[in-house]
């Protein structure tokens, strides 16, 4: 199983990154996708999921700036990061998992949003 995110960047604050998440290795469409993100400072915190039947669910802290979804076709998952602030400074972690028994995670890809 793997899962490649990809996307991470330097950016401005107010603006736009949109992150992607690769998979190989498993029946992706069953699987619910999500995304996490970690500082030195915080633990690992989800920051958005989808589920096989496309529910979405939201951190408040990005609720109405990002969107997730998801495209079946590809075994991808995307995080598309509006409005950024300093504050979604993380790295980025794509997480698929399938009853609670099957759960992966990718590498991690930087975000860092920064003048």
Not at 45 to 74: C, H, M, P, Q, W
Not at 88 to 115: L, P, R
Request: charged share 15%.
């Amino acid at each position: 199983v793997q899962l490649v995110e990809s996307g991470g960047a330097l950016v401005q604050p107010g603006g736009s990154l949109k992150l992607s998440c690769a998979a190989t290795g498993i029946i992706f469409s069953i699987h619910t996708m999500a995304w996490y993100r970690q500082t030195p400072e915080k633990q690992r915190e989800l920051v958005a999921a989808i589920t096989s039947n496309g529910n979405t669910n939201y951190a408040d802290s990005v609720k109405g700036r990002f969107t997730i979804s998801r495209d079946n076709a590809k075994n991808t998952v995307y995080l598309q990061m509006n409005s950024l602030k300093p504050d979604d400074t993380a790295v980025y972690y794509c997480n698929a998992n399938f009853i609670e028994k099957f759960n992966y995670w990718g590498q991690g890809t930087q975000v860092t949003v920064s003048s």
